[in-house]
């Protein structure tokens, strides 16, 4: 099992920037794909975005080109940098493994943007 800890959320304004951390248990971090998923209020929670161990990167739309998914390998850490943030960013993040492990969902971390 994968343990995640996601931190980093907070309450900002529409245009100002937060980046996301997420730590994880384990020494297999190194080789799995790993990903940020958020579920806003009322929706099904997405992926946002994923990287792989060889340094691969996915981004949905509506956030590529502005979010920044990066990883630290020997600290266990995986980031998600968000500048210009939108009120549709609004939404309790998570990162998990990608494809998800459904006994390894954290607590998440909340994301409020306001217009």
């Known amino acids: 099992q994968v343990q995640l800890v996601e931190s980093g959320g907070g309450l900002v304004q529409a245009g100002e920037s937060l980046t996301l951390s997420c730590v994880a248990s384990?020494?297999?971090?190194?080789?799995?794909?790993m990903g940020w998923y958020r579920q806003g209020p009322g929706e099904q929670r997405e992926l946002v975005a994923r990287?792989?161990?060889?340094?691969?990167?996915y981004y949905i739309d509506s956030v590529k080109g502005r979010f920044i998914i990066s990883r630290d390998n020997a600290k266990n850490t995986m980031y998600l940098e968000m500048p210009f943030l939108k009120p549709e960013d609004t939404a309790r993040y998570y990162c998990?493994?990608?494809?998800?492990?459904?006994?390894?969902w954290g607590q998440g971390t909340q994301v409020t943007v306001s217009s």
């Open positions: 998990n493994t990608q494809p998800p492990r459904q006994d390894s």
């Open positions: 990287s792989g161990p060889d340094g691969t990167t």
């Open positions: 384990g020494n297999i971090f190194r080789v799995l794909y």
